[in-house]
């Protein structure tokens, strides 16, 4: 039912941001690391044997000694661990900033080599995998179903223009028309709630005694104050 509780894999690759592919593993690397630390109950619990021990061990340890091999099983392999531990309850997986990666790749120059990585990796964590109740990935890229997800099943892609999801993101059109009609003024408010300005504190000038602020677009390389 939808009441029953599930153990949860969460990881971000916000700060994958490296200007190399070796420094990008090198970082995903580490965050799994810290994944497995965080779950260092399951082994102390003694529930694991043999080459399950070694590989969770490896896994504690963000060293040279593990492969990209062990890496994209990395996920796979905790979530048969968590579904062990809690006695056959599948993980729910929940992935921000998927994308991060592959948009440095992309920039950088090393977009075959993380793409091969990724794909192996989403394939083991979100195909192949009989622990996983289901997933939920975040991002900012359009997600083809023709490029690294052709393989996937049951794949629902929402976007924020979706009319379903209306109503879950930003401001409806009641909401903005209310906001302005109290006044004019709520539009800086609105805009600042949205994200597409924000707000930067700026040295010290003048004669009077209150702090100075700009308020910056967002989506724009050049500034404009306010």
Same mark, same amino acid.
């Given at each position: 039912?939808?009441? /029953?509780?599930?153990p949860?894999?969460s990881?971000? $690759?916000?700060n994958?941001?490296?200007p190399?592919?070796?420094?990008?593993?090198?970082?995903?690397? !580490?965050?799994?690391?810290? %994944?497995y630390?965080?779950?260092?109950y +399951?082994? /102390?619990?003694? +529930?694991?044997?043999?080459?399950?021990?070694?590989? *969770?061990?490896?896994?504690?340890?963000a060293?040279?000694?593990?492969?990209? +091999?062990?890496?994209?099983?990395?996920?796979?392999?905790?979530s048969?661990?968590?579904?062990?531990?809690?006695?056959?309850?599948?993980a729910? =997986?929940?992935?921000?900033?998927?994308?991060?990666p592959?948009?440095?790749? *992309?920039?950088?120059?090393?977009?075959?080599?993380m793409?091969? =990585?990724?794909?192996?990796?989403?394939?083991?964590t $979100?195909?192949?995998?009989?622990?996983?109740?289901?997933?939920?990935?975040?991002g +900012?890229?359009s997600?083809?179903?023709e490029?690294?997800?052709?393989?996937?099943?049951? %794949?629902?892609i929402?976007?924020?223009t979706l009319?379903?999801?209306v109503?879950s =993101?930003?401001?409806?059109?009641?909401?903005?028309?209310?906001?302005?009609d109290?006044?004019?003024?709520?539009?800086?408010? !609105? @805009?600042?709630?949205?994200?597409?300005?924000?707000?930067?504190?700026?040295?010290?000038r003048?004669?009077? @005694?209150?702090?100075?602020?700009?308020?910056?677009i967002t989506n724009?390389e050049?500034?404009?104050? $306010?």
């Amino acid at each position: 039912s939808s009441r /029953e509780t599930y153990p949860v894999i969460s990881l971000s $690759f916000a700060n994958v941001k490296e200007p190399t592919y070796e420094m990008a593993i090198q970082k995903i690397n !580490l965050f799994l690391s810290k %994944l497995y630390i965080k779950h260092i109950y +399951i082994l /102390e619990s003694g +529930i694991l044997h043999g080459s399950d021990i070694t590989f *969770f061990k490896k896994m504690l340890t963000a060293s040279e000694n593990i492969n990209d +091999i062990d890496m994209t099983l990395a996920l796979n392999q905790l979530s048969r661990f968590l579904y062990r531990y809690y006695g056959e309850k599948k993980a729910i =997986f929940l992935l921000d900033e998927y994308d991060t990666p592959l948009q440095e790749a *992309f920039i950088n120059g090393y977009w075959d080599q993380m793409g091969d =990585f990724t794909e192996s990796l989403f394939n083991s964590t $979100f195909k192949a995998n009989p622990y996983m109740e289901r997933a939920i990935m975040i991002g +900012i890229t359009s997600m083809s179903k023709e490029t690294m997800f052709s393989d996937f099943h049951n %794949l629902n892609i929402i976007t924020t223009t979706l009319d379903k999801y209306v109503d879950s =993101f930003g401001f409806t059109e009641k909401e903005v028309f209310e906001q302005l009609d109290e006044s004019e003024d709520a539009i800086w408010s !609105l @805009l600042l709630a949205s994200g597409y300005l924000k707000v930067e504190k700026v040295p010290y000038r003048g004669k009077t @005694l209150k702090p100075w602020y700009h308020l910056c677009i967002t989506n724009l390389e050049n500034r404009y104050a $306010f």
